[in-house]
């Protein structure tokens, strides 16, 4: 299952926990940080960005 974010999207899109950029994670439903790294799930095309539901790399 691949991520369906538009570009534009992903790039004003933040992590809620360091603020820093979000980046897809290889072919799966994920959206990891460039900053502290925590993975957060897509559901449904939308990205979850709760710290309580990433996991840690």
Known sequence: MTVKIDDWLLEIL????????????????????TGCGLIYPVRDDIPVLLVDEARKP
Request: hydrophobic share 45%.
């Open 14 to 33: 933040a992590c809620p926990a360091c603020k820093a950029a979000l980046r897809v994670e290889g072919e799966s439903a994920e959206l990891a940080c």
